[in-house]
């Protein structure tokens, strides 16, 4: 039996779709607040589009975390080096496996990692090209702590992608008589 690297890192995969959203909303504010036309309601879109470009940065630290375990310590840091967290293994209790919703994979389930503390940290599907390989990995290192199931995962998987269908069909019936009248 072969000896277990010491060292194990797990890159995210390169979010320049989320990353260019970020931007569109940076250009678009900077864009509306800079305008000749600018009044309140342009302000407010600007403002609003900015903040939505600041977070988007964070969220995107936040959601695509670099793992690096060797020997006792754990390294989460984040796509921009916005956050850095480390934690030794005996600070961390263990992992779960979380369901959660999404657009892009439904109902899914996801891994979190529990800190003795409390905090937990998130890693979400999109974020890794090889999710089974992350399974695998917190597998041998950490604990199992159970799962977590989503209390409306029916709801879910059955109404919202026709909710969805729904509310972009009415959007087009809205666009279509906006455009004909």
């Given at each position: 039996?072969?000896?277990?690297?010491?060292?194990i890192i797990i890159k995210p995969v390169s979010p320049i779709i989320w990353v260019a959203f970020a931007l569109f909303f940076?250009v678009m504010s900077i864009l509306l607040l800079t305008s000749p036309y600018l009044d309140f309601v342009m302000t407010f879109?600007?403002?609003?589009?900015?903040?939505?470009?600041?977070?988007?940065?964070?969220?995107?630290?936040?959601?695509?975390?670099?793992?690096?375990?060797?020997?006792?310590?754990?390294?989460?840091?984040?796509?921009?080096?916005?956050?850095?967290?480390?934690?030794?293994?005996?600070?961390?209790?263990?992992?779960?496996?979380?369901?959660?919703?999404?657009?892009?994979?439904?109902?899914?389930?996801?891994?979190?990692?529990?800190?003795?503390?409390?905090?937990?940290?998130?890693?979400?599907?999109?974020?890794?090209?090889?999710?089974?390989?992350?399974?695998?990995?917190?597998?041998?290192?950490?604990?199992?702590?159970?799962?977590?199931?989503?209390?409306?995962?029916?709801?879910?998987?059955?109404?919202?992608?026709?909710?969805?269908?729904?509310?972009?069909?009415?959007?087009?019936?809205?666009?279509?008589?906006?455009?004909?009248?």
């Amino acid at each position: 039996m072969s000896k277990e690297p010491d060292i194990i890192i797990i890159k995210p995969v390169s979010p320049i779709i989320w990353v260019a959203f970020a931007l569109f909303f940076g250009v678009m504010s900077i864009l509306l607040l800079t305008s000749p036309y600018l009044d309140f309601v342009m302000t407010f879109l600007g403002v609003f589009m900015l903040i939505a470009c600041i977070l988007s940065f964070f969220f995107i630290d936040y959601s695509f975390l670099r793992i690096h375990i060797s020997g006792k310590v754990v390294e989460l840091t984040g796509c921009f080096n916005f956050r850095k967290i480390t934690l030794k293994r005996e600070e961390i209790r263990g992992y779960q496996i979380k369901e959660r919703y999404d657009n892009h994979n439904g109902v899914h389930r996801a891994f979190q990692v529990v800190s003795k503390s409390g905090k937990t940290f998130f890693f979400p599907k999109i974020a890794y090209n090889n999710y089974d390989q992350l399974g695998r990995i917190l597998e041998s290192h950490f604990k199992y702590l159970g799962t977590i199931e989503l209390s409306n995962a029916k709801f879910y998987k059955r109404w919202m992608p026709m909710l969805t269908l729904l509310s972009g069909l009415i959007a087009l019936i809205v666009a279509i008589l906006k455009y004909v009248s």
